[in-house]
């Protein structure tokens, strides 16, 4: 890349197929980035410092012109108005609570040592804050976002894949097939699950049947899904959302 690159920023929150949209946007070459940086964007020193770390990881497409990251937590800001971006393209996509919620509790109930997140009501409120800070954004940034349910890169793949294509101004279109890359799998790039291995979407997954999940703290994440949601549709420029 002769000229500093183009931006793609996904924000979202945990289980929201981040990391799968993530392997298939950069798998693509105009695209480079796939995994989460764990970065704040507040200045044009951040910019650099997203360029310098994945560069340590990964090397750079000849001819590509995106770099990407995605944010899917509150610890980190994305500051549109402090950067020096030349129409950055924000992808915003949500994933309806129940099934978030169980993944999250799933994912976190596996790890050695035993996690916040692990616990109904902790994941609960981080999915409901989550929300409420991404909507924030939105209205501060209306008109300026795609929004998309996350459910729909699983449920219609290639209408979806189309329309991300089209909105990014690739080059080519995107496939449902994705590449492997040196942190793909690894503990807080992102997924790291054996199902991110696959290298394509895997449209079956568990329903976490086993996962218990109080019905007060469901509707709590229902009404708030409902209200962020569409506050979230209503300021995108552009949106794809489940009939």
């Known amino acids: 890349m002769v000229k500093p690159p183009d931006r793609i920023f996904l924000l979202s929150h945990m289980r929201a197929f981040s990391s799968l ?55 980190y800001e994305l500051d549109l108005s402090s950067l020096n971006l030349t129409k950055p393209k924000i992808l915003i996509t949500l994933r309806s609570p129940e099934q978030t919620i169980k993944s999250i509790i799933n994912l976190f109930q596996k790890k050695e040592v035993r996690a916040l997140y692990s616990e109904p009501e902790h994941a609960t409120k981080y999915y409901i804050q989550r929300l409420e800070e991404l909507s924030k954004f939105c209205v501060s940034n209306t008109k300026t976002y795609y929004y998309f349910d996350a459910e729909l890169i699983q449920s219609s793949t290639q209408d979806m894949l189309k329309i991300l294509t089209q909105w990014l101004q690739l080059n080519s279109p995107l496939a449902d097939q994705y590449r492997l890359f040196s942190q793909t799998g690894k503990t807080g790039t992102g997924d790291s699950s054996s199902i991110i291995q696959s290298g394509k979407i895997i449209k079956t997954g568990s329903n976490y049947s086993d996962i218990g999940l109080a019905e007060d703290l469901l509707k709590l994440a229902e009404k708030g899904y409902a209200k962020y949601r569409e506050l979230m549709i209503n300021h995108a420029i552009e949106q794809r959302i489940k009939h």
Do not use: A, V
């Not at 693509?28 to 704040?40: A, F, L, R, T």
């Open 21 to 75: 949209i993530g392997h298939i946007l950069g798998s693509h070459p105009d695209i480079n980035g796939y995994y989460e940086m764990h970065i704040s964007y507040q200045n044009n020193n951040n910019l650099l410092e997203q360029e310098n770390l994945y560069q340590q990881q990964e090397s750079i497409k000849p001819g590509s012109y995106y770099l990407f990251d995605k944010l899917l937590h509150n610890d």
